[in-house]
């Protein structure tokens, strides 16, 4: 990396990247709106020209930039709303800055993102479900650069995390759905390679087991985490010859792209299928009918991370801490029992 030029201007990373010093000016400012080739660009051109930004060079000066990084797959979710909520709403009180990076569930930018950060932009990382923290969270380590993960648990004891029990709720969601009565439970996964998810699974299948119901691969549909992956995911289990009586969903987004395809097959909620979420995001409650849900307490998440971190800033011989908050199954409108269900629909005689 070149020296650092406190005497290189804007204007001059302009021309280096071929951009407007209208767009070096957002990458700085970590505005959410530029194209991420477009600021991987910017910063080449900044790290070779020797660049430093006014917060940067607060850092190399010795002072602290007042700016925490947060690192998150994407902006279109209820679900990382509310942890951002949480997040901001902590930081103010601090009167910290908060640096915003989507990573598009792209590994690569996410390491890319955090080595930019962590050369002194901000002064600590949050990162929101990390697609693979292995590949930088040595690195943060040996630097001794603070950080906290958000909503994963697939990392080693030693790396700083806050998260959901999210084995337990899969477990308290599934075993509520035997009790209604239902033997045939369709299962749609989030991302596998996300602790989250694996929790998820293995609760669900924890569940049928403890019940002495056979686990039928049939009956799961690997999914990501999107809407979209409710949607086919609950197509290709209503096509089983013979499918499923309720489909449970990794989380609310996917929850609701079941739904969609239940519609479209000409059936009804819950009478015919009956649908479980996960997540409870705002949009849960507001759907018809109102979305079952495996609570995740994901602004407080979004609130202790922020903590944790700062302890840290303040306190780096502190003990790492990984800490799982509570779930809480919400029971609302899009479940119905099997005997109600035979009872509104009696064979034809």
Same mark, same amino acid.
């Given at each position: 990396?070149?020296?650092?030029?406190?005497?290189?201007?804007?204007?001059?990373?302009?021309?280096?990247?071929?951009?407007?010093? !209208? /767009?070096?000016?957002?990458?700085?400012?970590?505005?959410?709106?530029?194209?991420?080739? =477009?600021?991987?660009?910017?910063?080449?051109?900044?790290?070779?020209?020797?660049?430093?930004?006014?917060?940067?060079?607060?850092?190399?000066?010795?002072?602290?930039?007042?700016?925490?990084?947060?690192?998150?797959?994407?902006?279109? %979710?209820?679900?990382?709303?509310?942890?951002?909520?949480?997040?901001?709403?902590?930081?103010?009180?601090?009167?910290?800055?908060?640096?915003?990076?989507?990573?598009?569930?792209?590994?690569?930018?996410?390491? %890319?993102?955090?080595?930019?950060?962590?050369?002194?932009?901000?002064?600590?990382?949050?990162?929101?479900?990390?697609?693979?923290?292995?590949?930088?969270?040595? %690195?943060?380590?040996?630097?001794?650069?603070? $950080?906290?993960?958000?909503?994963?648990?697939? %990392?080693?004891?030693?790396?700083?995390?806050?998260?959901?029990?999210?084995?337990?709720?899969?477990?308290?969601?599934?075993?509520?759905?035997?009790?209604?009565?239902?033997?045939?439970?369709?299962?749609? =996964?989030?991302?596998?390679?996300?602790?989250?998810?694996?929790?998820?699974?293995?609760?669900?299948?924890?569940?049928?087991?403890?019940?002495?119901?056979?686990?039928?691969?049939?009956?799961?549909?690997?999914?990501?985490?999107?809407?979209?992956?409710?949607? =086919?995911?609950?197509?290709?289990?209503?096509?089983?010859?013979?499918?499923? /009586?309720?489909?449970?969903?990794?989380?609310?987004?996917?929850?609701?792209?079941?739904?969609?395809?239940?519609?479209?097959? !000409?059936?009804?909620?819950?009478?015919?299928?009956?649908?479980? !979420? $996960?997540?409870?995001?705002?949009?849960?409650?507001?759907?018809?009918?109102?979305? #079952? #849900?495996?609570?995740?307490?994901?602004?407080?998440?979004?609130?202790?991370?922020?903590?944790?971190?700062?302890?840290?800033?303040?306190?780096?011989?502190?003990?790492?801490?990984?800490?799982?908050?509570? =779930?809480?199954?919400?029971?609302?409108?899009?479940?119905?029992?099997?005997?109600?269900?035979?009872?509104?629909?009696?064979?034809?005689?």
């Amino acid at each position: 990396m070149a020296t650092p030029n406190l005497k290189i201007t804007i204007m001059d990373v302009a021309a280096e990247a071929g951009v407007s010093f !209208g /767009t070096v000016s957002r990458v700085i400012n970590n505005d959410v709106h530029v194209r991420p080739e =477009t600021r991987e660009r910017v910063l080449q051109a900044m790290e070779r020209l020797g660049f430093v930004a006014n917060r940067q060079a607060r850092s190399l000066a010795g002072g602290k930039t007042n700016g925490i990084g947060l690192l998150v797959p994407d902006l279109g %979710t209820g679900y990382i709303g509310e942890i951002i909520r949480g997040i901001d709403a902590e930081l103010t009180l601090q009167g910290l800055d908060l640096i915003l990076y989507t990573t598009h569930r792209t590994a690569s930018k996410e390491a %890319t993102y955090v080595a930019n950060l962590a050369r002194g932009m901000v002064d600590g990382l949050l990162l929101v479900l990390p697609r693979n923290p292995a590949d930088y969270v040595g %690195t943060l380590t040996q630097q001794n650069f603070p $950080f906290v993960l958000i909503d994963h648990q697939g %990392t080693g004891k030693d790396c700083p995390a806050v998260g959901a029990t999210n084995w337990q709720g899969a477990f308290d969601a599934t075993e509520y759905l035997i009790k209604l009565g239902h033997q045939r439970i369709g299962f749609i =996964t989030g991302s596998m390679d996300l602790g989250c998810a694996q929790d998820r699974l293995a609760g669900y299948r924890a569940a049928l087991r403890t019940y002495h119901i056979p686990v039928a691969d049939e009956l799961i549909y690997e999914g990501t985490f999107f809407q979209p992956d409710g949607y =086919t995911g609950a197509l290709a289990l209503l096509d089983l010859s013979n499918p499923p /009586t309720v489909i449970f969903a990794s989380n609310d987004v996917m929850a609701m792209g079941v739904m969609d395809a239940i519609r479209h097959r !000409g059936l009804r909620i819950p009478d015919d299928v009956s649908v479980v !979420g $996960f997540d409870n995001i705002p949009q849960a409650s507001l759907v018809r009918p109102a979305l #079952t #849900t495996v609570q995740q307490p994901l602004e407080k998440m979004g609130r202790v991370a922020t903590q944790m971190l700062l302890e840290l800033l303040e306190h780096p011989e502190r003990k790492v801490q990984r800490i799982e908050l509570p =779930t809480k199954l919400i029971i609302r409108d899009s479940c119905r029992s099997q005997q109600d269900s035979a009872d509104a629909n009696p064979p034809l005689s």
